[in-house]
């Protein structure tokens, strides 16, 4: 209490309180101005159990009125059960879905907060396990930047604000082969009246990559901030073009159960017509040497030439 409300010397606190299914009441002087807090030490107190509290100020003169009373808990408990029924499943080459049947309310001492997904790869040790919290009590959530073609042990706990109880028995689940690392080649385009027709090259995958099941297509107009979503299976696409000199930006991907692959980006103008963008493979690639060796091919030829 501030000074002006203290009404005299020898000024202190006695704190009343009682667990909240008891009919007495226990009392505390508190000979202390600037004292705010009171630790109740008793060891038959169980975890998270509830007490009436009241406090009223007193000093040489008598005592004041109580304060209202409230209802505090002592400490909480970590929890003694784990959740139970886990089941992990793959969502893609880097993330996975993961459930699980919640742990009851009244088997926890204090409040759950929520459960910490712990995961880690077959070869490692549970102790060196990644950790995800949920922020609920939804008892589902998704773990994402796993690595493609691996095999996760798996556990989920129930926590509150003591710490992590018991883990669940653990399930196991493989992510995904990776999607293809190649985006769509040699994408080319042709406009008719209002409308674009692009096209591009099937990917196929390889055999440590995802099956390509479709196409992902996104595109927006010059002055548009939002990119507008297509699922195609087919290798091509007609879209709407601006009515002025605007252009449309266009990106196409593979998407199958790995997840999304790398994107190939294309531009659009009204007054492009038709266009190609050429992608070779590796494989062209590397059949055609260098400019800066047929250059230095030719030098050499010349230099003999001279010779001679």
């Known amino acids: 209490m501030a000074r002006e409300y203290q009404n005299g010397d020898g000024f202190g606190y006695i704190l009343a309180f009682r667990r909240k299914d008891s009919s007495s009441w226990s009392e505390v002087r508190i000979p202390h101005v600037d004292s705010s807090r009171f630790v109740y030490f008793n060891q038959s107190v169980m975890p998270y159990s509830p007490f009436e509290v009241k406090i009223k100020a007193y000093n040489r003169r008598g005592e004041g009125p109580f304060s209202q009373t409230v209802v505090v808990y002592s400490a909480e408990e970590e ?5 139970s029924s886990i089941n992990a499943t793959a969502l893609s080459a880097f ?5 699980w049947e919640p742990v009851q309310q009244l088997s926890v001492t204090g409040i759950l907060r929520g459960y910490e997904i712990r995961y880690w790869r077959q070869h490692e040790r549970e102790a060196a396990a990644d950790r995800v919290r949920t922020a609920g009590l939804e008892p589902t959530a998704r773990v994402s930047g796993l690595r493609p073609s691996t095999r996760y042990h798996v556990a989920v706990l129930a926590y509150n604000s003591a710490g992590t109880g018991p883990p669940s028995p653990r399930t196991t689940v493989t992510t995904r ?3 293809p690392n190649r985006p769509p080649a040699n994408v080319s385009w042709r406009i008719q009246g209002s409308a674009v027709t692009v096209r591009w090259d099937q990917v196929t995958a390889m055999h440590n990559e995802s099956v390509v099941l479709g196409y992902k297509v996104l595109y927006k107009h010059e ?12 290798t091509s696409v007609s879209l709407p073009l601006p009515n002025d000199t605007g252009y449309v930006v266009m990106e196409v991907r593979t998407w199958g159960e790995g997840g999304d692959g790398p994107a190939q ?27 800066h060796l047929l250059s230095g091919l030719l030098l050499l030829v010349l ?6």
């Open 79 to 83: 929890p003694t059960v784990g959740p």
């Open 177 to 179: 082969k990776p999607p």
């Open 223 to 234: 002055d548009q901030t939002a990119l507008k979503f297509l699922d195609k299976t087919k």
């Open 95 to 99: 993330e996975i879905q993961v459930s």
């Open 265 to 291: 980006e294309v531009i659009v103008s009204r007054d492009s017509g038709t266009g190609m963008m050429v992608q070779k493979n590796a494989s062209s690639t590397s059949s055609t040497p260098p400019l």
């Open 303 to 308: 230099v003999l030439l001279s010779d001679l």
